[in-house]
């Protein structure tokens, strides 16, 4: 729970606020950004949100957080905000919310489709998001990107009977299927596997419909700059292997991209690739 007594100075005055445990995951700015903005390395409450919508999405945010930073004066009922995980994005594709600590507040996504749901890496392994997905039709995979974003991998995988996916490079517990070499791997006629080798050595996307881009740690949207982007600084393997990889997502069409840290991003195919071939020049 929040600490009131650790409450951020930055924080607007009022019902809502974050304390001093923010790891500056970034999602509350996501999910509510009229009611939450960066100060410094944290997140903190810029303005109150209005009743209605604001503060519902504000309480998302609350129950999101994967290190329970955010917090209220008073006791608030927040069964109507954890119903609204998973939040569907567009078509058959949805955010998770219920982030974990255990990937630094990584996203996590859920494709409901005809052939079996996919787990694009891990949320937190909490009651109601794992009723909701029931209700939603189970999990058939969970597609793991890299080894940093796997969380509660595990408690789905034996809950749900699910096979987990991942690259042999990374995977350093049991999986039930092991993506090997750079080839790219067609799972199921809507789900391609790109293994993109860079961040880590065994980092790997997920493009699902020729459209939806589940790209991990590999690359996101930058908001300040309104750009993709991809980091040096968190690279933990090889730049100029993330840099080739980057390349080889020239070669699919893509609209979305969805990342595990940062910012989703939607535009037309021809404007995404432009943004990519833009990002690869600045990699150098």
Request: net charge negative; aromatic share 8%.
């Amino acid at each position: 729970m929040a600490d009131p007594r650790k409450r951020l100075e930055g924080n607007a005055p009022g019902e809502f606020f974050v304390d001093s445990s923010c790891i500056d995951c970034d999602l509350c700015r996501q999910i509510a950004p009229s009611v939450f903005r960066a100060e410094g390395d944290a997140s903190v409450v810029h303005r109150q949100p209005a009743d209605g919508p604001e503060a519902r999405r504000a309480e998302m945010a609350l129950v999101t957080c994967p290190t329970a930073s955010i917090g209220t004066l008073e006791k608030r009922d927040l069964d109507a905000a954890i119903a609204e995980f998973p939040e569907r994005i567009e078509d058959d594709v949805h955010f998770c919310g219920f982030a974990s600590e255990a990937s630094y507040g990584g996203s996590s996504y859920l494709i409901v489709r005809p052939g079996g749901n996919v787990l694009v890496d891990s949320p937190r392994f909490t009651a109601p998001l794992v009723r909701r997905i029931e209700a939603m039709g189970g999990i058939r995979w969970i597609f793991l990107t890299h080894r940093d974003d796997v969380a509660d991998h595990a408690r789905f995988a034996k809950r749900f009977g699910s096979e987990r996916v991942m690259h042999s490079d990374d995977a350093s517990f049991e999986v039930e299927r092991l993506i090997e070499g750079n080839e790219i791997v067609r799972l199921a006629d809507d789900l391609l596997v790109i293994p993109t080798p860079g961040h880590t050595a065994g980092h790997q996307v997920l493009l699902h419909r020729d459209k939806f881009l589940f790209s991990g740690d590999h690359v996101w949207w930058d908001l300040g700059r309104e750009r993709l982007h991809a980091s040096r600084r968190y690279c933990w393997h090889s730049w100029s292997e993330q840099r080739r990889s980057m390349e080889r997502l020239l070669e699919v069409p893509f609209e979305w991209v969805l990342p595990g840290h940062g910012a989703r991003h939607q535009a037309p195919a021809a404007g995404m690739r432009k943004q990519l071939t833009d990002l690869i020049a600045r990699m150098g």
